[in-house]
């Protein structure tokens, strides 16, 4: 009897212990494994597994774009161009970033055909992709929260649940129990899995019949209990995750309301009267909330969202992560020139590219989809992580004067803390239209109205009362120049200039320049500034005038004066030497060791950038080996300054 005990005990201890390592919920709140509240912040990786028309700039369903690509290059390339397109799309680099920028958690779609082709029958390479982002989040802490974003038959008529327009889930038992069994075999292998954060069930029904939406998700949920009795589950509601008044009441005790925010769901400003209904939802039934997609806006829509969901204890999972030639995602994809020539056929405008020039339009485009080919968007980062966002401008780039300040490089920040334009969201308050807010579509997604001329971007459209906030670090005390670049057909705009909210050239008038797309400089004043970081700013009094670029220059810097302050270290040396320096200006530096006959024993260069610099000297000889012990002196010549400083080798060989 002791024994049986004992083993009792054993057992309620490691199943207590089990538990006791997944997220879980409690009460109104999802909690962590000890316990404490916590909020979910993630990113949804569509696009990847569940390819989207809009994102891949195709149009057309999962099924739509796969059949366009056959029809360029055939069945055996499509098969490998999509096999290297899910390879690159999402990597462990991506779920590394995220981790890195402060997201902890990623939704992950999944088409149900990857994983079982047949009813039945399951896929282990579609799996052994689910496993991939499983272990990568793992080693990086991060959540995975799997999402069927495509059920046997579609759960909707719409593209992104890869339907012909017809929603075939609801009208087949077959589907039904399809899709049931898959989720019973996404938990028996996923079960003991501590990062998977949960089960999203389905992603965005749409039935006339919400109980039929609450039945086969009660029905997903009994399947995955027979094998999971760990993870959470994302209950969705009917219409794309909105309604939930036929899904009441909950049907387990570790499940979660999901539902979805968008501006056209909306069709009104973010306010708190727009989640009232879901607040009452989730005291009512005793039941946590989630935001499982939201976003396709401007910063400004986001943070205020962010703000509002947060506030009241919800946690989210932005849409999305990574898409091709992107302002409002973290992440994203350069275009190409080739698969341009593609999608201008798709859309009418182009004759058919051959199989050779497609073949290498598709290849170019996976190819670009490689995190270390995209661009990252900190800026919409920012409006989704920093808790400053909204109260602090901070820069976005680093401006040291002497220099050239790019307009579109303005500070991070939100709405009147870093800018303010006319135009900076698409709230869909009148009704459903869709609101532009940066009207270029290019680099930065705010209300700044940004575009692209070769390879500069400037700021256009420009109206009455707007303004722009850097943040700049003055090297040198000095007396500077200040001139501006602008372009306007015949419209003579007015600007002024703050430095730290004091006005210090008034009223300037930017000439028109007789046509957009004729830039000019134009002198705007002199001003005396002191050595430190400042912030300036540029307030549009009459707009209509195009803007690119100041330029603050000084004497010092006009006569290619380099080094100023500098610092040698360490010293004594045994391996490496830093030389660490502000520089006025951009240029070739040239740096020589000599020992203590006069002998040079060591010469090389490097390109100073305006600002802090720290050049890496490893001090070898001819024969690659370290110098031998001794005194020795670097010089340092700038072609304007000659520095001299000794320092001491010793050698360990």
């Known amino acids: 009897m002791k024994f049986?005990?004992?083993s009792l005990f054993s057992l309620i201890?490691?199943?207590?212990?089990?538990?006791?390592?997944?997220?879980?919920?409690?009460?109104?709140?999802?909690?962590?494994?000890?316990?404490?509240?916590?909020?979910?912040?993630?990113?949804?990786?569509?696009?990847?597994?569940?390819?989207?028309?809009?994102?891949?700039?195709?149009?057309?369903?999962?099924?739509?774009?796969?059949?366009?690509?056959?029809?360029?290059?055939?069945?055996?390339?499509?098969?490998?161009?999509?096999?290297?397109?899910?390879?690159?799309?999402?990597?462990?680099?991506?779920?590394?970033?995220?981790?890195?920028?402060?997201?902890?958690?990623?939704?992950?779609?999944?088409?149900?055909?990857?994983?079982?082709?047949?009813?039945?029958?399951?896929?282990?390479?579609?799996?052994?992709?689910?496993?991939?982002?499983?272990?990568?989040?793992?080693?990086?802490?991060?959540?995975?929260?799997?999402?069927?974003?495509?059920?046997?038959?579609?759960?909707?008529?719409?593209?992104?649940?890869?339907?012909?327009?017809?929603?075939?889930?609801?009208?087949?038992?077959?589907?039904?129990?399809?899709?049931?069994?898959?989720?019973?075999?996404?938990?028996?292998?996923?079960q003991s899995e501590i990062w998977v954060g949960g089960y999203d069930l389905l992603n965005e029904p749409v039935h006339s019949n919400g109980r039929q939406v609450r039945e086969l998700q009660k029905i997903m949920a009994e399947k995955i209990r027979e094998f999971d009795k760990n993870h959470i589950l994302f209950v969705n509601g009917n219409y794309w995750s909105r309604a939930f008044e036929d899904l009441v009441p909950k049907f387990d005790d570790n499940m979660v309301w999901a539902f979805h925010y968008y501006s056209w769901m909306v069709n009104t400003s973010v306010?708190?009267?727009?989640?009232?209904?879901?607040?009452?939802?989730?005291?009512?039934?005793?039941?946590?909330?989630?935001?499982?997609?939201?976003g396709e806006n401007s910063n400004e829509w986001f943070v205020?969202?962010?703000?509002?969901?947060?506030?009241?204890?919800?946690?989210?999972?932005?849409?999305?992560?990574?898409?091709?030639?992107?302002?409002?995602?973290?992440?994203?994809?350069?275009?190409?020139?080739?698969?341009?020539?593609?999608?201008?056929?798709?859309?009418g405008?182009?004759?058919?590219?051959?199989?050779?020039?497609?073949?290498?339009?598709?290849?170019?485009?996976?190819?670009?989809?490689?995190?270390?080919n995209c661009e990252l968007k900190e800026d919409v980062v920012a409006s989704l992580l920093s808790k400053d966002f909204q109260v602090k401008n901070l820069p976005f780039k680093s401006h040291f004067i002497p220099g050239v300040i790019q307009l579109a490089d303005y500070d991070l920040g939100s709405l009147g803390v870093a800018y303010y334009d006319r135009d900076y969201i698409d709230d869909r308050s009148d009704g459903g239209s869709f609101k532009a807010w940066n009207k270029g579509y290019q680099y930065r997604n705010d209300g700044v109205d940004i575009e692209k001329n070769s390879d500069q971007y400037y700021i256009s459209h420009t109206e009455n009362g707007e303004f722009l906030r850097y943040t700049i670090n003055i090297i040198k005390s000095d007396l500077y120049d200040f001139s501006i670049t602008s372009s306007s057909a015949s419209i003579e705009s007015e600007i002024t200039?703050?430095?730290?909210?004091?006005?210090?050239?008034?009223?300037?008038?930017?000439?028109?320049t007789g046509q957009y797309g004729i830039w000019k400089d134009h002198a705007i004043g002199q001003l005396s500034l002191k050595k430190g970081v400042s912030t300036l700013t540029l307030i549009i009094n009459r707009g209509g005038a195009n803007i690119r670029s100041f330029q603050i220059t000084s004497q010092s810097s006009r006569d290619g004066e380099v080094?100023?302050?500098?610092?040698?270290?360490?010293?004594?040396?045994?391996?490496?030497?830093?030389?660490?320096?502000?520089?006025?200006?951009?240029?070739?530096?040239?740096?020589?060791?000599?020992?203590?006959?006069?002998?040079?024993?060591?010469s090389g260069s490097y390109v100073s950038q305006s600002g802090f610099n720290n050049f890496t000297i490893q001090p070898m000889g001819n024969g690659r080996k370290y110098l031998p012990s001794g005194l020795y002196f670097l010089i340092a010549n700038d072609g304007q300054k000659i520095l001299k400083e000794k320092f001491i080798m010793l050698n360990k060989d």
């Open 4 to 6: 049986l005990k004992n």
């Open 13 to 190: 201890f490691q199943i207590s212990t089990l538990f006791g390592q997944f997220l879980s919920t409690s009460g109104m709140d999802i909690v962590d494994p000890s316990g404490n509240p916590f909020i979910l912040k993630g990113m949804g990786l569509g696009g990847w597994l569940v390819p989207e028309g809009y994102m891949l700039l195709t149009g057309g369903s999962p099924t739509d774009i796969r059949n366009k690509f056959i029809d360029l290059i055939g069945e055996d390339s499509t098969a490998a161009i999509m096999k290297r397109y899910e390879e690159n799309y999402v990597g462990e680099k991506d779920i590394e970033q995220l981790a890195k920028w402060g997201f902890n958690s990623v939704r992950v779609p999944f088409h149900y055909k990857s994983l079982s082709p047949n009813f039945g029958e399951y896929d282990p390479k579609g799996f052994a992709t689910l496993d991939s982002v499983i272990k990568w989040c793992s080693k990086h802490e991060i959540y995975a929260i799997l999402d069927m974003h495509v059920a046997p038959g579609s759960q909707s008529g719409d593209a992104n649940a890869d339907s012909d327009g017809e929603a075939r889930l609801w009208t087949s038992k077959l589907n039904q129990d399809w899709s049931v069994d898959i989720w019973g075999e996404i938990a028996r292998r996923y």
């Open 271 to 294: 306010s708190k009267n727009t989640i009232q209904y879901l607040i009452d939802l989730r005291k009512n039934t005793n039941t946590p909330l989630w935001l499982g997609e939201c």
């Open 304 to 347: 205020q969202l962010r703000t509002l969901i947060e506030n009241n204890n919800i946690g989210w999972a932005w849409w999305n992560y990574k898409k091709i030639g992107t302002i409002n995602a973290p992440v994203s994809s350069p275009t190409d020139p080739i698969y341009q020539e593609i999608l201008n056929y798709w859309g």
């Open 349 to 372: 405008s182009g004759s058919k590219p051959n199989f050779d020039r497609s073949l290498l339009g598709l290849s170019n485009m996976v190819e670009n989809l490689k995190f270390e």
């Open 497 to 512: 200039v703050k430095l730290d909210n004091e006005s210090i050239f008034q009223k300037v008038t930017l000439p028109a």
């Open 563 to 602: 080094i100023l302050s500098h610092k040698l270290y360490p010293n004594p040396v045994s391996e490496t030497i830093n030389f660490q320096f502000e520089a006025l200006t951009s240029k070739k530096v040239s740096f020589d060791i000599y020992n203590i006959l006069g002998q040079q024993v060591w």
